[in-house]
Protein backbone atom coordinates (compact mmCIF):
# COMPACT_ATOMS: atom_id res chain seq x y z
CA UNK A 1 0.00 0.00 0.00
CA UNK A 2 1.21 3.44 -0.46
CA UNK A 3 1.20 6.21 1.87
CA UNK A 4 0.66 8.56 -0.55
CA UNK A 5 -2.95 7.08 -1.36
CA UNK A 6 -5.60 9.63 -0.19
CA UNK A 7 -7.13 8.14 3.32
CA UNK A 8 -10.51 10.04 4.07
CA UNK A 9 -11.02 10.61 8.09
CA UNK A 10 -15.35 10.33 8.09
CA UNK A 11 -18.15 9.33 10.37
CA UNK A 12 -19.07 5.62 10.47
CA UNK A 13 -22.10 4.35 9.13
CA UNK A 14 -23.47 0.73 10.01
CA UNK A 15 -21.73 -0.58 7.22
CA UNK A 16 -18.65 -0.21 8.25
CA UNK A 17 -19.16 -2.26 11.76
CA UNK A 18 -18.07 -4.81 10.37
CA UNK A 19 -14.89 -3.47 8.48
CA UNK A 20 -13.85 -1.68 11.93
CA UNK A 21 -14.21 -4.80 14.02
CA UNK A 22 -11.75 -6.43 11.99
CA UNK A 23 -9.33 -3.45 12.10
CA UNK A 24 -9.82 -3.40 15.86
CA UNK A 25 -9.17 -7.55 15.91
CA UNK A 26 -5.57 -7.36 13.69
CA UNK A 27 -4.27 -4.30 14.96
CA UNK A 28 -5.17 -5.04 18.89
CA UNK A 29 -3.19 -8.62 18.08
CA UNK A 30 -0.46 -6.83 16.53
CA UNK A 31 -0.08 -4.37 18.75
CA UNK A 32 -0.41 -6.00 22.15
CA UNK A 33 0.05 -10.25 21.29
CA UNK A 34 0.54 -10.74 25.29
CA UNK A 35 -2.92 -9.45 26.19
CA UNK A 36 -5.47 -11.81 26.80
CA UNK A 37 -9.05 -10.67 25.20
CA UNK A 38 -11.78 -11.88 27.54
CA UNK A 39 -13.87 -11.71 24.60
CA UNK A 40 -14.01 -14.06 20.99
CA UNK A 41 -13.72 -12.53 17.85
CA UNK A 42 -17.57 -12.69 16.99
CA UNK A 43 -17.98 -10.99 20.79
CA UNK A 44 -15.77 -7.90 19.28
CA UNK A 45 -17.77 -8.43 15.53
CA UNK A 46 -21.35 -8.20 17.25
CA UNK A 47 -19.69 -4.91 20.28
CA UNK A 48 -19.00 -2.95 17.26
CA UNK A 49 -22.32 -3.48 15.28
CA UNK A 50 -24.60 -2.90 18.50
CA UNK A 51 -22.67 -0.32 20.91
CA UNK A 52 -19.73 1.15 18.89
CA UNK A 53 -21.27 2.40 15.74
CA UNK A 54 -24.54 3.20 16.38
CA UNK A 55 -23.91 4.08 20.44
CA UNK A 56 -21.14 6.21 20.35
CA UNK A 57 -19.15 8.49 18.06
CA UNK A 58 -16.79 6.51 15.78
CA UNK A 59 -15.17 7.54 12.85
CA UNK A 60 -12.73 5.28 10.52
CA UNK A 61 -10.12 6.20 7.89
CA UNK A 62 -10.92 5.01 4.81
CA UNK A 63 -8.54 4.61 1.36
CA UNK A 64 -9.62 2.64 -1.85
CA UNK A 65 -13.07 1.80 -0.27
CA UNK A 66 -11.33 -0.33 2.86
CA UNK A 67 -11.56 0.95 6.58
CA UNK A 68 -7.71 1.14 7.53
CA UNK A 69 -8.28 2.94 11.21
CA UNK A 70 -10.56 3.83 13.53
CA UNK A 71 -11.43 5.87 16.55
CA UNK A 72 -13.95 6.27 18.79
CA UNK A 73 -14.97 9.15 21.31
CA UNK A 74 -17.21 8.67 24.14
CA UNK A 75 -17.51 12.32 25.36
CA UNK A 76 -14.10 13.68 26.49
CA UNK A 77 -12.49 9.75 26.38
CA UNK A 78 -10.80 8.55 23.27
CA UNK A 79 -11.98 5.30 24.13
CA UNK A 80 -10.53 3.55 20.67
CA UNK A 81 -8.03 4.03 18.30
CA UNK A 82 -6.86 1.36 16.18
CA UNK A 83 -5.05 1.14 12.69
CA UNK A 84 -4.51 -1.62 10.46
CA UNK A 85 -1.02 -2.96 11.17
CA UNK A 86 0.63 -1.95 7.72
CA UNK A 87 -0.83 2.06 8.47
CA UNK A 88 0.97 2.24 11.36
CA UNK A 89 3.79 4.91 10.92
CA UNK A 90 2.37 7.09 8.17
CA UNK A 91 0.67 9.91 10.36
CA UNK A 92 -2.98 8.41 10.00
CA UNK A 93 -2.76 8.22 14.11
CA UNK A 94 -1.63 11.91 13.90
CA UNK A 95 -4.89 12.92 12.16
CA UNK A 96 -7.01 10.81 14.44
CA UNK A 97 -5.84 12.43 17.68
CA UNK A 98 -5.96 15.78 15.90
CA UNK A 99 -9.75 15.33 14.88
CA UNK A 100 -10.40 13.84 18.62
CA UNK A 101 -8.47 17.51 20.12
CA UNK A 102 -10.94 19.22 17.45
CA UNK A 103 -14.34 17.50 18.95
CA UNK A 104 -12.94 17.63 22.28
CA UNK A 105 -11.18 20.77 22.44
CA UNK A 106 -11.23 21.26 26.90
CA UNK A 107 -9.96 17.83 27.26
CA UNK A 108 -9.38 14.32 26.55
CA UNK A 109 -8.97 11.04 28.53
CA UNK A 110 -7.85 7.68 27.37
CA UNK A 111 -6.63 4.08 29.03
CA UNK A 112 -4.14 2.27 27.75
CA UNK A 113 -2.54 -0.74 28.83
CA UNK A 114 1.02 -0.64 30.26
CA UNK A 115 2.94 -2.97 28.22
CA UNK A 116 1.66 -0.89 24.90
CA UNK A 117 5.10 1.36 25.44
CA UNK A 118 4.44 2.31 21.34
CA UNK A 119 1.30 4.04 22.70
CA UNK A 120 2.78 5.81 25.60
CA UNK A 121 5.17 7.54 22.87
CA UNK A 122 2.69 8.48 20.51
CA UNK A 123 0.32 10.05 23.28
CA UNK A 124 2.68 11.85 24.77
CA UNK A 125 4.31 13.06 21.39
CA UNK A 126 1.08 14.54 21.26
CA UNK A 127 0.79 16.67 24.83
CA UNK A 128 -1.23 13.55 26.87
CA UNK A 129 0.34 13.31 30.75
CA UNK A 130 -0.04 10.06 32.29
CA UNK A 131 -1.71 10.94 35.78
CA UNK A 132 -2.79 7.52 36.86
CA UNK A 133 -1.70 3.68 36.88
CA UNK A 134 -3.40 0.68 37.81
CA UNK A 135 -3.33 -2.67 38.45
CA UNK A 136 -5.50 -3.69 35.74
CA UNK A 137 -8.72 -4.67 38.11
CA UNK A 138 -10.73 -2.11 36.84
CA UNK A 139 -10.52 -3.34 33.03
CA UNK A 140 -11.42 -6.66 31.58
CA UNK A 141 -8.37 -7.81 30.42
CA UNK A 142 -7.52 -7.35 34.12
CA UNK A 143 -4.24 -5.64 32.37
CA UNK A 144 -1.74 -3.11 34.08
CA UNK A 145 -3.27 0.29 32.83
CA UNK A 146 -2.69 4.06 32.32
CA UNK A 147 -4.87 6.95 32.34
CA UNK A 148 -3.34 9.68 29.82
CA UNK A 149 -5.16 13.30 29.94
CA UNK A 150 -4.78 15.94 27.63
CA UNK A 151 -5.59 19.67 28.13
CA UNK A 152 -4.69 22.63 25.70
Do not use: C, I
Not at 21 to 44: I, K, N, Q, T, Y
Not at 50 to 76: I, Q, S
Not at 84 to 109: C, I, M, N
Not at 128 to 146: L, M, W
Request: glycine fraction near 8%; charge should be negative.
Amino acid sequence: MSSDRAVVLRRAAGSDAGPAAEVWLRSFAAALPSVVRPRSDDDVRDYFRDVVVPLRETWVAETDGAVVGVMVLNGEQLSQLYLAPDWRGRGLGDRFVVLAKERSPRELTLWTFQVNEPAHRFYERHGFVAVERTDGSGNEEREPDVRYVWRP
